[in-house]
């Protein structure tokens, strides 16, 4: 059999509107479907927008609270910096602060027998241990000590740390005085050199010995000298020790590196003190 053919009888205007009626729908279902793509897409953006803007907007306020509370901490820098200024200015006036006190004390514990003291000047002069003698010493002096120095313990706090060693110049004592002979002036130069923390590179700058007259017609000999020695930093005392370390650890300045020992590893970097004892 043969198939059925469908005979339209409809015009082929007809036919012709109707497929253009079915473009027309695809191309808005298209389209609406396009809008829709960049609609979902717009929302997106936006969201994705919306949550930056919204984390910078916290940042910012992050950094508005930084800076409320770096305003607030600035009047700590400017009292950091006043203590600083005036920490500087109170260890320049301690720096090379003497204990006269503690000089004599060692000058009469270290007097041998047989020599008086009659008179004691002392200067704190940083730059001693650079300037010669002003006469040449007489035999049995000290050499002209060295100006090296060694680091002393290191400073935690901000101050400047002054460095020393334990005998570096900070200053010149002169004494005058008498003894019995000339052995007793070597005495005195052989303890003073030895045995005392305070006070090393002696020397004598001047002796003379003449007949003193006693009761009656006796007399004797009696040797008036001076001498002169330089200060060592053990004749510091509890505030020059402090302002050389730049106020370290001053609040336990009592075991610290400011203590009041005048002797050991809280003076100039852990010496020991000598044994005291005369010439033979």
Not at 88 to 97: D, Y
Not at 139 to 160: H, L, M, Q, R, V
Not at 201 to 230: C, D, H, M, N, R
């Amino acid at each position: 059999m043969e198939p059925r053919r469908r005979i339209n009888l409809l015009p082929a205007e007809i036919g012709e509107k109707n497929r253009q009626r079915q473009v027309w729908v695809y191309a808005i279902i298209g389209l609406a479907a396009l809008i829709g793509i960049l609609a979902v897409i717009t929302l997106l953006r936006a969201a994705q927008a919306k949550s930056v803007r919204d984390q910078a907007n916290k940042q910012e306020q992050k950094v508005k609270e930084l800076e409320l509370k770096a305003r607030e901490l600035e009047y700590l820098d400017e009292l950091q910096r006043n203590f600083d200024n005036q920490k500087k200015v109170v260890q320049s006036v301690w720096l090379n602060e003497v204990s006269w006190p503690k000089v004599l004390q060692e000058i009469a514990a270290t007097m041998p027998d047989g020599v008086y003291l009659t008179s004691f000047k002392g200067l704190v002069d940083p730059e001693a241990g650079k300037k010669a003698p002003a006469s040449k010493p007489i035999s049995g002096g000290a050499a002209k000590p060295s100006t090296s120095s060694s680091t002393a313990p290191k400073s935690s706090g901000g101050g400047k740390e002054i460095k020393v060693s334990d005998k570096t110049p900070i200053g010149t004592v002169q004494v005058s005085a008498t003894a019995k002979s000339h052995r007793d002036v070597a005495n005195w130069l052989y303890r003073v050199n030895r045995n005392m923390p305070s006070m090393t590179y002696a020397w004598i700058t001047s002796q003379t010995l003449k007949e003193t007259s006693g009761e009656g017609s006796t007399s004797f000999p009696v040797v008036t000298f001076q001498g002169t020695s330089y200060l060592t930093p053990y004749s510091w005392g509890w505030m020059g020790r402090c302002a050389a370390r730049g106020f370290d650890n001053l609040a336990g300045a009592g075991t610290g590196s400011c203590g009041h020992s005048y002797y050991g590893a809280g003076a100039t970097g852990g010496a020991s003190r000598p044994t005291t004892g005369g010439a033979k």
